[in-house]
């Protein structure tokens, strides 16, 4: 008998916990009788029924999230036709909480298991393993199932005997949370997960109640055994994995539980291996942020929620923050510049026009994350926000991801204006290739939301291409937007540019839009020789002559002082047209780069 759970990921480099963790849970016995197939939402769907069908399953169990939903929806169409013996089964969040309508709509599916299916699923597969054994026996006792939500020992019964289960006759008994610590490591073999994110789980639950998430309905925190953690955490350091990805909802709800992990790593640090945690950062203490402000750089990243600054938006979203404490912490975790921060907003939440997501954006962003996430609201069957949709006037998308169109507040026309924004926020900030462009630039606008709505126009006018591959095409749409917004400044922006490309790359050709340096040669080769005498400024590269120096770092004259992000903020008013200060060389070292965002250590020839 072989079970095989399928898995349609939203990118290559991502991994599906759900499918590992209930192969994971078979046990011993019945693991033999699981197969795991991965796949994309970018794959054909003909090339994925394929494989289902050359693999030959006799039950096939899919894991349905939003953004696989469609997808799968057109494989349980196709299935059927080629393996009419197969059992078909659903899984995941997307079809727990209308699973009878679900089965209503797709008579072709067996089942679907509701909520969480570590121990359901072991029990279904030993039923398709063992055969329903006294399923029909007038006078069988069924079992009981104790705390952990296993099922006690006694005969295999039916379908309807297991809990947690939808059948197209009704549904079975609920079945009672898991002990999150008798779930198995899921990572046995690394092998399927080379340049892939891995995922970790610490905790299950959230203690707050946001009305837009699911988490929201599972009240109850539940936190894994601290020294089965420290175990597993041990695992991945070992083996130097690049990146896990803690998929907790809420990590630092329990201060003590936060502290053992992130002391661990701090203790056990491997140099490579990078942690992601989804934190609320007003929950944040001192002691955590001294700890975090101890960290390698690069060995964790931060992922904040911040949604909104709005009170009444707050109120309605029943989502409590300290935004001034918030705030302090961002700040303070800043200042350590070691940990990546990600602060989230949501567009198109209750009582939150236009006018007033821009407050938010403009807020959060003088936070200065290293990214800004601009989301848009999706209603997700069986939250608050969902059933209050009406109420609201939200409109939303029929199918998957069921994303806000309008709202009483904010028109569709604005949600659009904001996509185009987002587009701009990705392009510029979130490629962290502007560093210095940008804050000079946000001078030129009343504020930071401001500025990226005219770039977006300015785009959509001059039909420029956001999906353009060439980086040179980005920076020099943006000198051509500053040029217009604020012509004084035209050469101030032409050196901050150039500064932020050779920050990140060491062009082999030199852009368009960087001024002639072409006077400036003869001291530049000069520079190189006397640095290959006395390596004053690159004493890490011995060994290699003048030539090869010029090759491997650059030299650039600047007459502004554009690697100092305050000082050109500061005398914005001063940098108009006209010379600036007298010229300075500074040395781009791509060997040293700043881990965190990957920019060469830059430093002026003098220093």
């Keep these: 008998m072989k079970f095989l759970l399928v898995a349609v990921n939203a990118k290559y480099i991502h991994s599906n916990p759900a499918v590992y963790s209930l192969r994971a849970c078979a046990g011993e016995g019945l693991r033999r009788h699981v197969e795991l197939a991965e796949y994309t939402i970018n794959q054909p769907m003909a090339e994925i029924l394929a494989d289902i069908y050359a693999r030959r399953p006799d039950a096939i169990g899919f894991s349905c999230y939003i953004w696989n939903w469609r997808l799968v929806r057109e494989l349980l169409g196709e299935l059927p036709k080629l393996l009419p013996d197969a059992a078909l089964w659903l899984g995941g969040p997307e079809v727990s909480y209308d699973a009878d309508v679900i089965l209503r709509g797709y008579p072709q599916v067996a089942g679907i298991m509701v909520g969480e299916g570590e121990i359901t699923f072991r029990e279904l597969l030993d039923y398709y393993v063992k055969g329903p054994r006294a399923a029909e026996s007038e006078g069988a006792e069924p079992r009981g199932v104790d705390d952990a939500g296993r099922r006690e020992a006694g005969p295999a019964l039916g379908l309807a005997d297991i809990p947690g289960l939808c059948l197209p006759t009704g549904y079975t008994p609920c079945r009672p949370l898991t002990d999150l610590s008798a779930i198995p490591f899921l990572y046995d073999d ?63 709800c329990s201060h003590s539980h936060a502290m053992a992990i992130w002391t661990y790593l701090l203790e056990h640090d491997n140099g490579v291996t990078n942690f992601h945690f989804e934190i609320s950062a007003d929950l944040l203490r001192e002691d955590e942020i001294e700890l975090l402000n101890r960290f390698r750089p690069g060995l964790a990243q931060l992922e904040i929620g911040v949604q909104t600054v709005n009170p009444g938006t707050l109120e309605a979203i029943r989502r409590t923050a300290d935004l001034e404490r918030l705030e302090s912490a961002v700040a303070a975790i800043r200042r350590g510049g070691n940990v990546h921060l990600h602060l989230d907003l949501i567009a198109g939440l209750p009582y939150e026009g236009y006018e007033s997501f821009g407050k938010s954006f403009d807020r959060v962003y003088r936070m200065r994350p290293h990214q800004l996430q601009l989301g848009f609201l999706k209603v997700l069957k069986g939250s608050e926000m969902w059933e209050r949709a009406a109420e609201y006037g939200i409109r939303y998308l029929e199918q998957p991801p069921y994303e806000v169109l309008c709202t009483d507040w904010l028109s569709y026309e604005e949600v659009l204006r904001l996509k185009r924004i987002e587009e ?21 606008f009343p504020g930071p939301f401001a500025m990226y709505g005219a770039l977006a126009e300015f785009y959509e006018e001059k039909g420029y291409l956001t999906a353009s591959p060439a980086r040179a095409y980005r920076y020099q749409a943006l000198l051509d937007f500053a040029g217009r917004r604020d012509p004084r400044r035209r050469e101030a922006y032409r050196e901050l540019l150039t500064y932020d490309l050779y920050l990140r790359e060491n062009a082999k050709s030199r852009p368009g839009f960087a001024p002639d340096i072409s006077a400036w040669k003869e001291a530049a080769r000069s520079f190189y020789r006397e640095e290959e005498q006395k390596r004053r400024y690159l004493p890490d590269y011995e060994g290699f002559d003048s030539r090869q120096l010029a090759r491997m770092t ?32 500074v040395l781009f070292d791509y060997r040293r780069r700043d881990p965190l965002t990957w920019e060469a250590a830059a430093q002026t020839i003098g220093d």
Excluded at 207 to 234: A, W
Excluded at 424 to 436: A, D, I, K, P
Aim: with cysteine.
């Design 190 to 252: 690394l092998a399927p997960f080379e340049n892939r994110i891995l995922y970790y789980e610490s905790s299950r639950g959230c203690p707050f109640r946001c009305s837009y998430c699911l988490s929201s309905i599972e009240k109850q925190v539940r936190l894994r055994d601290m020294d089965i953690v420290k175990r597993e955490l041990q695992f991945f350091l070992d083996h130097r994995v690049r990146q896990v990805k803690f998929i907790d909802r809420t990590f630092n």
């Design 424 to 444: 701009m926020v990705e392009l510029y900030y979130n490629s962290g290739q502007f560093t210095h462009t940008l804050p000079f630039l946000e001078k030129a």
């Design 554 to 585: 650059h030299l650039e004259p600047f007459a502004y002082p554009v690697w100092d992000i305050d000082r050109m903020a500061e005398g914005y008013a001063a940098y108009g047209a006209g010379e600036g200060p007298k010229h300075t060389f």
